[in-house]
């Protein structure tokens, strides 16, 4: 149980293209998202919450409108890299927490590699 | 700010040894706090969780010790295997309503053969 997926793997674009990283809860409905983003040697820097409905909440320093982010259903959100540079390179990584048992644990995804060209 | 931190950035174990990975948290007002195991280009992997209301708890081959006053948390590995080896996180929820994850630095577990 709890598992996350998130598509896709990997993904090379160009610059000033969108991307487009969708996590799903597959066993478990998930009310809250976490967004996370990671560099090579580094730890996990928390982007963004998503709940499911609402608009996200935002990390100081993360631009909404460079980074959107949709919860628009229990087991579905989504994150839109938008027009995209070389320096949003990264590795993203999605988290869940089952909303109908209440536990707090953060069950993450597999991560998507972003190289932009 | 509050910070959750890690003592040792690597760490280097014999296999069949036993492990013992270190981290200090800042916030008082942490109360639950969880142990991942990160892969090489894989995301992290729940181990091993503890509340603030108890000072130790075990899984298979893991156990979490949580020292409170010294605001210390600690993961030990028994009888460490090769693949154990990854980068291995703290992550602490405090007081905010939505109970984000504060992650330490890591550390990376090496096991030699």
């Known amino acids: 149980g709890a598992v996350v997926s998130q598509h896709p793997s990997w993904v090379i674009c160009k610059s000033g293209t969108s991307v487009k990283i969708e996590c799903r809860s597959l066993d478990f409905q998930a009310t809250t998202m976490f967004w996370y983003r990671q560099f090579p040697k580094q730890s996990l820097m928390l982007m963004a919450t998503?709940?499911?409905?609402?608009?996200?909440?935002?990390e100081q320093g993360v631009e909404k409108d460079k980074f959107l982010i949709n919860h628009a259903s229990l087991t579905l959100s989504t994150l839109t890299v938008t027009s995209a540079h070389p320096e949003d390179s990264s590795f993203y990584i999605c988290s869940a927490r089952d909303g109908v048992s209440g536990k707090e644990t953060q069950y993450f995804g597999p991560g998507t590699r972003l190289l932009v060209l | 700010g509050e910070s959750v931190g890690l003592h040792l950035p690597t760490l280097s174990v014999q296999e069949g040894d036993n492990s013992i990975i270190n981290c200090a948290y800042s916030?008082?007002?942490?109360?639950?706090f969880i142990w991942y195991k990160q892969e090489s280009g894989k995301g992290p992997q729940f181990i091993i969780d503890?509340?603030?209301?108890?000072d130790k708890r075990q899984g298979q081959r893991v156990t979490v010790l949580l020292n409170k006053t010294v605001k210390h948390l600690s993961l030990q590995i028994a009888a460490t295997q090769p693949g154990d080896s990854a980068v291995y996180f703290c992550a602490e929820t405090g007081e905010t309503s939505a109970r984000q994850l504060t992650f330490g630095s890591g550390t990376q577990l090496t096991v030699l053969p």
């Open positions: 998503s709940n499911e409905g609402s608009k996200a909440t935002y």
């Open positions: 503890i509340r603030s209301n108890m």
């Open positions: 916030n008082s007002a942490s109360d639950y």
